[in-house]
């Protein structure tokens, strides 16, 4: 699957938004099928007028700038276009890797999932897709049936956050997959800059077509040992018995 990237019509987006808040669905879909004819790339406008544009809906919903009957026409038109740019992937061959992702609880972070399973199934990822609201004891048995590659949490909500650093703390801990990876990949990881690393992922991605490629570049990519929680409340007893040892040596 090719990564690079085409530049949208500057004016594309808004009237995209148009579209999708009438529900206008044989205008959306001509309009994409009119962008790929020009040039634009099936990759790029998922991860870069797709799911921004479900983003800036669900804001507008909140903000009382549209109605619900506006969210529901865009929501599931937004969706549809989505499979139809999805169908138009390059698909790559198997590269032998699988991957399993999971997401956010909420329609934007779902729909961004879908867009990370879509590609990296086209990159020749063998790719099962978990959805949102997904407790971590079931991850963890996916995580022991299908034995991944590459585990990744897209978009999760804030509230989320620290029950991935749990999951990722007890996957270090356990080390039942030792040659798996973890990467945390767009919503609160791309506006909290370096909280990927602070809850200890191996790999970090700003959005979908990015974490194919991060992916793909650096499949030897571990967490360094000061990001790792695991252990770090043992680490800090241990340091702080061997400075009172030190005060007391010294006295």
Same mark, same amino acid.
């Given at each position: 699957? *090719?990564? #690079?990237?085409?530049?949208?019509? *500057?004016?594309?987006?808004?009237? %995209?938004?148009?579209?999708?808040?009438?529900?206008?669905?044989?205008?959306?879909?001509?309009?994409?099928?009119?962008?790929?004819?020009?040039?634009?790339?099936?990759?790029?406008?998922?991860?870069?007028?797709?799911?921004? $544009?479900? =983003?800036?809906?669900?804001?507008?919903?909140?903000?009382?700038?549209?109605?619900?009957?506006? &969210?529901?026409?865009?929501?599931?038109?937004?969706?549809?276009? $989505?499979?139809?740019?999805?169908?138009?992937?390059?698909?790559?061959?198997?590269?032998? +890797?699988?991957?399993?992702?999971? /997401?956010?609880?909420?329609?934007?972070? =779902? &729909?961004?999932?879908?867009?990370?399973?879509?590609?990296?199934?086209?990159?020749?990822?063998?790719?099962?897709?978990?959805?949102?609201?997904?407790?971590? @004891?079931?991850?963890?048995?996916?995580?022991?049936?299908?034995?991944?590659?590459? &585990?990744?949490?897209?978009? $999760?909500?804030?509230?989320?956050?620290?029950?991935? !650093?749990?999951?990722?703390?007890?996957? +270090?801990?356990?080390? *039942?997959?030792?040659?798996?990876?973890?990467?945390? /990949?767009?919503?609160? %990881?791309?506006?909290? =800059?370096?909280?990927?690393? =602070?809850?200890?992922?191996?790999?970090?991605?700003? @959005?979908?077509?990015?974490?194919?490629?991060?992916?793909?570049?650096?499949?030897?990519?571990?967490?360094?040992?000061?990001?790792? $929680?695991?252990? !770090?409340? !043992? +680490? #800090?007893?241990?340091?702080?018995?061997?400075?009172?040892?030190?005060?007391?040596?010294?006295?």
């Amino acid at each position: 699957m *090719s990564l #690079s990237r085409s530049i949208l019509d *500057s004016k594309m987006p808004q009237k %995209y938004l148009d579209l999708l808040l009438v529900g206008d669905r044989s205008a959306a879909k001509a309009m994409i099928e009119a962008a790929i004819t020009t040039g634009s790339e099936p990759a790029m406008m998922l991860n870069d007028l797709v799911w921004p $544009t479900m =983003e800036l809906i669900q804001a507008l919903y909140k903000e009382d700038r549209i109605t619900q009957m506006q &969210l529901n026409l865009a929501t599931r038109l937004n969706r549809q276009i $989505t499979d139809q740019l999805a169908a138009k992937l390059e698909m790559s061959e198997p590269n032998g +890797r699988k991957v399993l992702i999971f /997401c956010g609880d909420a329609e934007p972070e =779902e &729909l961004g999932g879908q867009i990370a399973a879509d590609m990296f199934e086209a990159a020749g990822y063998t790719v099962r897709f978990g959805g949102g609201g997904v407790a971590n @004891d079931e991850i963890l048995k996916m995580v022991g049936d299908f034995r991944p590659d590459l &585990l990744v949490m897209f978009a $999760t909500l804030p509230s989320g956050v620290p029950g991935v !650093r749990k999951l990722i703390d007890y996957l +270090r801990e356990v080390n *039942s997959c030792p040659n798996m990876q973890t990467m945390c /990949c767009g919503g609160i %990881y791309k506006r909290a =800059e370096g909280l990927a690393e =602070e809850i200890g992922a191996d790999l970090y991605a700003p @959005d979908a077509a990015t974490a194919v490629e991060i992916a793909g570049n650096h499949q030897q990519r571990r967490a360094a040992f000061d990001q790792q $929680t695991v252990g !770090r409340s !043992r +680490r #800090s007893k241990k340091a702080a018995i061997r400075r009172s040892v030190d005060v007391a040596e010294a006295a």
